[in-house]
């Protein structure tokens, strides 16, 4: 009688455990895996992320061409155009990193990433170097044509440029349509939404994504040749 009290208890607690993780998808590493499997279906969060992240890291390691070296000299001073975006690119760069790695949880892919097209996970302090104003008595035609080189093929203003558009359209990917793969399980949708979760990361990273790119775009400033036309 003593045993089978004893084995009818051991059932009882797994029934309880089972349901508990049924009722807790939190507890249950099945539902964290589909959850993040569904993360990375075309359209949701951690694809558009990983996306951006792998077309701004490549934007922003673009070679710089063969260029006008007395232009450059200037356009690199502290407060000239170039200095200014090079900034603006090792903080975007920073924020690809930061994006990359809630959207990918596995370490050796972060890994690679962060090996690869100019070690874009490297930190930048910027608020470590403020750039002074650039001197009243620097020559206008002068820094109008670093503000042009620096739009050139290969120079920071560019590159930022490249790299926020390319962030812009990995974001716009649309969600496939109905019956044009197979639809996920909607427990694990509504799961990985959840506060803590891969979708919910994804999320808040590629809205802090977007942020940086709208704001590295801001501080390169407009080509002058474009403004012109």
């Given at each position: 009688m003593q045993l089978i009290s004893v084995v009818f208890a051991a059932l009882l607690a797994g029934v309880t455990v089972n349901a508990a993780a049924v009722a807790?998808?939190?507890?249950?590493?099945v539902?964290?895996?589909e959850a993040a499997r569904f993360c990375h279906r075309r359209g949701q969060s951690c694809r558009k992320v990983k996306r951006a992240a792998e077309a701004a890291a490549?934007?922003?390691?673009?070679?710089?061409?063969?260029?006008?070296?007395?232009?450059?000299?200037?356009?690199?001073?502290?407060?000239?155009?170039?200095?200014?975006?090079?900034?603006?690119?090792?903080?975007?760069a920073e924020?690809?990193?930061d994006a990359y790695a809630q959207a990918e949880p596995n370490l050796e892919a972060r890994a690679r990433f962060c090996a690869r097209r100019g070690q874009p996970c490297r930190k930048v302090k910027r608020e470590a170097d403020p750039e002074p104003e650039a001197s009243?008595?620097?020559?206008?035609?002068?820094?109008?044509?670093?503000?042009?080189?620096?739009?050139?093929?290969?120079?920071?203003?560019?590159r930022v440029k490249r790299a926020a558009a390319a962030i812009a359209e990995a974001m716009a990917?649309?969600?496939?349509?109905?019956?044009?793969?197979?639809?996920?399980?909607?427990?694990?949708?509504?799961f990985?939404?959840?506060?803590?979760?891969?979708?919910?990361?994804?999320?808040?990273?590629?809205d802090d994504l977007v942020d940086a790119a709208a704001e590295a775009v801001e501080d390169v400033g407009e080509d002058p040749e474009e403004v012109r036309a």
């Open positions: 807790n998808p939190a507890a249950n590493p539902a964290l895996a490549e934007a922003l390691a673009e070679a710089d061409p063969e260029a006008n070296p007395e232009a450059a000299r200037f356009c690199h001073r502290r407060g000239q155009s170039c200095r200014k975006a090079k900034r603006a690119a090792d903080a975007l924020a690809v990193a009243p008595a620097a020559d206008p035609e002068a820094e109008a044509e670093a503000a042009r080189f620096c739009h050139r093929r290969g120079q920071s203003c560019r990917e649309p969600e496939p349509e109905a019956n044009a793969e197979p639809q996920p399980d909607p427990v694990a949708a509504r990985c939404h959840r506060r803590g979760q891969s979708c919910k990361k994804a999320k808040r990273a590629a």
